[in-house]
């Protein structure tokens, strides 16, 4: 049985990222979603842990049975490859945009490795129409009145919306 980690800080789930969990399902039998709650980009979050987790689960929710069921959402404190094990896991899944990902995704894989060297880091690319997505770009995006289709799950749109003017 292949398990296999997501983590990030999906503040919040974007198409980019539920394009790289379908990629996944693809190739091993469980995939957990695990939203970090130390991630660097603490000053820059705008959902709570348990939002991020609840849109998370509506897109989760709306996928097909037979994919939805692979699938595990958690949260996760302290060192990433700590959880992996906890999980009887030992397989990590990154996703990687053109350009702008390499860099940090590199060093991230390095010191994983470094902190323990049977856990592995796999890396997928999103489909060239989801590659330009970030949660960064779509909370600028919250405050202009923008059709936000083209970049999160139709589902959690509304959701997103009344987030408006919270921040
Ligand atoms: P983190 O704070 O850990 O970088 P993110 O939620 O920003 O968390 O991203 C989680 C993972 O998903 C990262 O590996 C990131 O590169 C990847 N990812 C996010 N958006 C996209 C996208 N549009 N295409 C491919 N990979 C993506």
């Given amino acids: 049985m292949l398990i296999a980690v997501y983590p990030g800080s999906f503040d919040p789930i974007t198409l980019g990222h539920l394009d790289i969990i379908l990629r996944a399902c693809k190739v091993c039998d469980k995939l957990i ?14 959902l709570t842990i348990s939002k991020r987790i609840e849109l998370i689960e509506k897109v989760v929710n ?20 700590d959880f992996v094990k906890e999980k009887k896991s030992n397989l990590i899944i990154r996703g990687l ?25 796999i890396f997928l690319m999103a489909n060239e129409n989801k590659q330009f997505i ?21 589902i959690i749109i509304e959701d997103f919306l009344k987030l408006k003017g919270e921040n």
């Avoid at 709306?62 to 490859?81: A, C, M, P, T, Y």
């Fill in 97 to 121: 945009r053109a350009f702008s990902d390499f860099d940090y995704e590199f060093n991230l894989a390095m010191i994983n490795s470094k902190i323990s060297n049977d856990v592995e880091t």
């Fill in 134 to 154: 970030s949660s960064k770009f779509v909370k600028e995006l919250l405050e202009l009145n923008i059709d936000l289709s083209p970049f999160l799950p139709k």
């Fill in 62 to 81: 709306d996928l097909d049975g037979n994919i939805r069921q692979k699938i595990e959402i958690s949260s996760f404190d302290g060192l990433l490859v």
């Fill in 33 to 46: 979603i695990a939203v970090g709650k130390n991630s660097y980009k603490k000053n820059t979050s705008l």
